[in-house]
Structure formats: C-alpha cells, structure tokens
C-alpha cells in the first residue's frame, strides 16, 4: 500500500463493500449494474477525497456557484443504481447523459459493452475537463465527453436508445424527445410542483401533435439543477424569519402566500387515522395531495424551527401544504400504539386553520382508501401543441415545452 493508501487492492476491496452493501439494501436488484459498479474506479472521479469517503453510499460536491449553491457533484450510489435499472441498458445501446461527471457515464459504458456507445455532456468546462481526465485514467477513453447545453442534447451522436438525465429538469426539453430512437427511453429527476422524482419514460407513437412520453416508475430523489436554457429554479418563501420555507413552482406564479409570521396564529391539528409503518415513502401519498389540494406547495423547516416548535418535523424532502393569502396547513405525523408506525394527520395556522387541516385529513383517507397499494401513479408528458381536450383525464401542470398529465390508473 502506498503513503496514501490508494492502491488498487484496497480500492477494489472498499468498492466490492460498497457494491455489497447495495445488493444487501434492495438498492441493486440487476447482477449487471452490481459487476459495473464493482469494475468502475469511483475514487479516480472524485480524487480530492479519501478512498474511504469515495466508496461511501453517498453524494461527493464538486463545484458550488459563486453564491454556494451545488451545482456539480458526483451522485450517491443508491441514486446511481435506482436510475441505471429504471434505463434498463442492454449491451449495444447508444446513451445519451446528460450532465457529466464521468463517474455514471464509466457505469453506462460497462453496462452497453463494446458494441455500445455512451455521450456525455455538460455545460460547465470545468466538468467536462475533470469528466476527460478522470474518464481516460479509469480506461475509458471511448466515452464521447462534450461541452454543451444539455437544453439541446447531443443531435450529432444521434438518435439514442437511452437518454440519462443526472441534473434536476423543470420540463422534458423537446430536443431529449426528438433525438430519442423508436422505443427509446429516458430517465430524468423532474421537477414538478416542487417535487423531485427520478422517472423512466417510454416514447409513445408519435402523433399529429408529436411524440409523447408514458412513465414505467418512479422515485424521490434529488440533484444539482439543470443550468443554461433549461434552468428553472423554485420559489421559495421565507416565514418566521426563514426557519421555515413554502416552495412553489413556475407554473405557480399565482399562488397564495401566507403572512409571514403564519404560524404565530393559534394552531388546529386534525388526524386521520391513518397509520404508515415509518419505513413506508410518502411519494404517491405527496402526489394524490398535490392533484386534490387548491394551493398546493411544499414546506420545508429548519430542525430549529423544530425544536422550537414553531413547525412538527417535515420529511426529509419536505412536507406537503396549502396555502391561501391568510392560513397554511400542511401535512404531519405523531407516534402511533406501535412503535414502528405513525399516524398521518394535519397541522394549520390562520383564519381558515380548521377547514384546511380537515381537508388534507379527507384527503389522506380517500388516498388510503382508494389508492393506497394500487399500481401507483402514472405520468403522461405531451407537447405543448397537443390538443387540451386531447390530454388523458387527470391532474395537468403546464410547462414550459409540454403538458404534463398525472393520473392513477
């Protein structure tokens, strides 16, 4: 071993833990994605930190902005492998990522083989540099690595049979759509309604109206977001002196807002009975709220905030809400019998604090007693020329290029 203990045995007996340890968590399930992850170098992609944080299971920065915002870093391995199976790569695709790093694009190469071909690009030259070196070093110098808009995609590579999104999009950018092959799909972490989720649309036939996209699953996740053309970014309000934020979308510009000082106003709670085992991930419950609640927005507290008891705890990825000009409710828990379960239920602020906490609580029962264990949501993306009264019954969000239509089926 060398002075800094990098040598390959060591690395490749931390990486072949690493790899392990996922198969054990569920977090890989396709023998294929766990030999790439055991044959591709993770440290020599993220080289300024020690081998043993570099086969960790978890994000590594790379870059901020000149505000400190994140805007480069090479995802975790849990993430990582959720979105190499939902693409479903088979030995001779053609990959398009989108939003380099090097790392995931070493992955998508082992899993396409020789007689595949993997792209990757990003619009930062910082990360394409580090992509080249740290792609040639790790033996992968096949790798196209390019310096562009991903907005725009790679059209000189194409047409793809899978395209790899790895920054947080606002929308599905017509180009992703066009370069993509007959049967193609993309996997991309959209942002809609200020909720993150990891999704693998398929392309539908194409229609008078152009081609459309059909979700086979989805998880909550987050990333970096996407910069250049396709940057989109939430808004974000600041209540009891931003110990507690509401997150509201682009498509949102006319949303309520709360006083500021909201949760100085006495407070209703309202419970549903509801019980969730504390392992069970709210998503589809979060989405079903976000297609039923009028003044729909995420909120998001600071563990001050909690300790102080101005908010109850919010999940990790935030706490559904509503919001109007006067109140706020949102979505919470509290300790059920059984210590591994919660109850759902609902705290408010404001005028209207009583009729806001009974209806996310109504709304949490109808989920759980008509949707809840179901084959879950399904999201639709159509371009923003398709016929409104074309779109498929369920709740629609207008983007900025398409529609998007989420429904249960």
């Known amino acids: 071993m060398d002075a800094d203990g990098n040598d390959s045995p060591y690395a490749g007996t931390l990486r072949a833990a690493m790899t392990d340890l996922l198969l054990a968590q569920g977090a890989i399930h396709d023998q294929r994605v766990a030999t790439a992850f055991r044959a591709v170098p993770r440290h020599l992609f993220v080289p300024l930190v020690p081998l043993e944080i570099a086969y960790t299971d978890d994000v590594v920065l790379m870059k901020r902005d000149e505000t400190g915002v994140a805007i480069s870093s090479v995802s975790q391995p849990t993430v990582v492998a959720l979105m190499l199976e939902q693409a479903n790569l088979q030995p001779g695709h053609r990959v398009l990522e989108i939003g380099s790093g090097g790392y995931n694009a070493a992955l998508l190469r082992e899993l396409v083989g020789p007689a595949g071909e993997v792209t990757t690009i990003d619009i930062d030259e910082d990360v394409t540099v580090r992509a080249r070196q740290s792609l040639d070093a790790a ?3 096949e790798v196209q690595v390019l310096r562009t808009d991903g907005e725009f995609g790679g059209p000189d590579s194409a047409p793809y049979d899978r395209i790899v999104v790895t920054v947080t999009a606002w929308d599905v950018a017509p180009a992703w759509v066009d370069q993509l092959a007959p049967g193609g ?9 200020s909720q993150t989720r990891s999704i693998a649309f398929d392309l539908l036939d194409a229609g008078h109206s152009g081609s459309s996209l059909e979700s086979r ?10 910069q250049g053309a396709g940057a989109n970014y939430e808004r974000c309000v600041s209540l009891q002196g931003e110990l507690v934020s509401l997150s509201f979308d682009e498509d949102q510009a006319a949303a309520p807002v709360p006083p500021e000082r909201v949760l100085d106003q006495p407070k209703v709670s309202a419970w549903s009975g509801v019980l969730m085992n ?16 009028p003044g729909f927005c995420v909120l998001s507290a600071e563990p001050r905030a909690q300790e102080k008891g101005v908010a109850l705890p919010a999940p990790r990825w935030g706490a559904s809400a509503l919001a109007s000009t006067s109140s706020l409710g949102y979505l919470t828990a509290r300790p ?14 404001g005028p209207e604090a009583q009729d806001f906490a009974q209806l996310i609580v109504d709304q949490v029962r109808e989920w759980d007693e008509n949707l809840r264990g179901g084959p879950g949501p399904r999201l639709q993306v159509h371009p923003a020329a398709f016929p409104p009264d074309q779109l498929p019954t369920g709740f629609h969000v207008q983007m900025r290029h398409s529609q998007l239509t989420l429904s249960w089926p």
């Open 139 to 141: 033996g992968y110098p």
């Open 185 to 193: 799909r993309i996997v991309v972490p959209l942002r809609f309604r």
């Open 278 to 293: 504390r392992e069970e991930p709210l998503s589809d419950l979060d989405l079903s709220l976000m297609a039923t609640l």
């Open 336 to 349: 059920a019998a059984d210590p591994d379960f919660v109850e759902l239920g609902a705290v408010a602020h």
């Open 217 to 226: 699953s989805m998880a909550v996740c987050g990333f970096v977001s996407m």
